[in-house]
């Protein structure tokens, strides 16, 4: 059984920054692939940021390229999403997830249904 606890977000005015942290457990975590969805009210959960399972590739959503970025900490079982120029439209609950069962060691998955296990939730608010 996989488990993930984000961290890290809260209220921010647009063009600052935050860090979100996800703390997972499992011993095989550095063989994950992992990403970060976000949830605006009324929308569909989406896409933002993932790692292949090698850890060698990351994919971003057009919306975030260039200021978001990805890393993995094995070490501490962790995965960060650095967020900077935020924008109001960022302003969402972020996930993040594993997607354990993922065959492929280079491709990075980006579909929902790529994903196992999932975190509770961490709420961005991007101020205008």
């Known amino acids: 059984q996989v488990q993930l606890v984000e961290s890290g977000g809260g209220l921010v005015q647009a063009g600052g920054s935050l860090r979100l942290s996800c703390a997972a457990s499992?011993?095989?975590?550095?063989?994950?692939?992992m990403g970060w969805f976000r949830q605006a009210p009324g929308k569909e959960r989406e896409f933002v940021a993932a790692?292949?399972?090698?850890?060698?590739?990351?994919y971003y959503a057009d919306s975030v390229k260039g200021r978001f970025t990805i890393s993995r900490d094995n070490a501490k079982n962790t995965v960060y999403l650095q967020m900077s120029s935020l924008k109001p439209e960022d302003t969402a609950v972020y996930y993040c997830?594993?997607?354990?069962?993922?065959?492929?060691?280079?491709?990075?998955?980006?579909?929902?249904?790529?994903?196992?296990?999932w975190g509770q939730g961490t709420q961005v608010t991007v101020s205008s």
């Open positions: 790692f292949s399972r090698n850890g060698d590739n990351t």
């Open positions: 997830a594993v997607a354990e069962k993922y065959r492929r060691l280079d491709l990075v998955p980006t579909r929902l249904y790529d994903y196992d296990y």
């Open positions: 499992g011993r095989t975590f550095s063989s994950w692939a």
